[in-house]
């Protein structure tokens, strides 16, 4: 590593000394990263590479339930506008009835940054590409082996999947829900069935994982309690934030959060057993048909029990009452960097983030060279003083972390 001497003293390129330098660097801040939204056969996207979206744009439309239905022979936009034109003076079928109301219908309301009328252009010229996977296709109830119960035969809608016979299989349903987009940026990619990556206008924080919907909301810091916040202290008050939980989310506090419409919650670690009750949770609320708000939670180091660490919690003050956003892949929460005064944070200042020490903060004093540990193990250590400690510590320096911005 190359470096200046200054005071006797061996500095790196980032202005801390070589043996600091050693440490893993953490960095608190990742700037214009790309997120993803993953997607499934019978989803569509609503957006085209290079749009820019806003948040609360609709960018995507899943299709829930979806079943594989029988499309029959699918022709192009010729064959099916010199067919429509040979068939003009004859009655009006069902078929056709549904082809005129998929050629009217119309995509759904949109925000600032792309007009209708282009999203409507769009829609129109996707229907005249010939038949291909991924492909949007609407039909009736009919398309499933049921007969018709009435003369508005229930329609479905979903992407083709492959053609077997010179007929196309289509993964289709009833039900629709809608995607928004939580973040500024620009589309990079957008497929149906497959997904939409969006390259982010702004900063985020990163995670180690993540669960739920991508969501937004204002950011609440409350004041936690020995580095936890107490479940009845999410209450209908904090509708529509996303709260700071503390060192560990409890299964009790994710259910009352989701029933108080709170948009998010973030937290220094979370147990496999608090995601599969999300999980949960998310079916039992898609089976009930009763719609509900985007929920998200964001774990910053994983599944082993820690506080969140002194320079995060700085830095989520500076942002609270911001509107920030939890997406899932990667697990990040975005926002706007330029506009807040980032927490000064001292070069010196480390975190143990995993050992007997997992967790606990202090200062880094120096290096101790190789050093042997209990078991007769020798490891490179260095030496720490740990708030709360009047002796330093000497601890092996692949237990220890430090921040960066």
Known sequence: MSGIEVSGIELSDHGVSAELARIVARPMLVFSPQVRFHLAPGDRTFVSTGDRVVPGMPIAERTLDPELVDAGRVGGGENVRSRSSARSDAPASADDSIARDQADRDPPPIADGVSARRLVATSRSERRRPPEPGKWWMGGGERRGKPPKSKNPVRVGGTLLFESGGRWRVAAGERHEVVESPVTGVVVEARNSVGVTIEVAGAAMPGALAAGEPSRGYLDVPRLSDGELWASALDVGRSGAIVVAGSRLSGQAISRA??????????????????????????????????SVPFALIALDGHGRRPIATPILALLAALSGREVAIVTDPPLLVFDAAEVPLPELPPDWIRARSGPHAGREGRWLRSAGMYRFRSGIHLEGAVVRFVDDADPTTVPVADLERFVF
Do not use: K, N, T, Y
């Open 258 to 291: 989701r029933a108080m419409s709170i948009r998010g919650l973030i937290a220094g670690s979370v147990g496999e057993g608090e995601l599969r009750d999300l999980e949960a949770s998310e079916l039992r609320q898609r089976a009930s048909l009763a719609p």
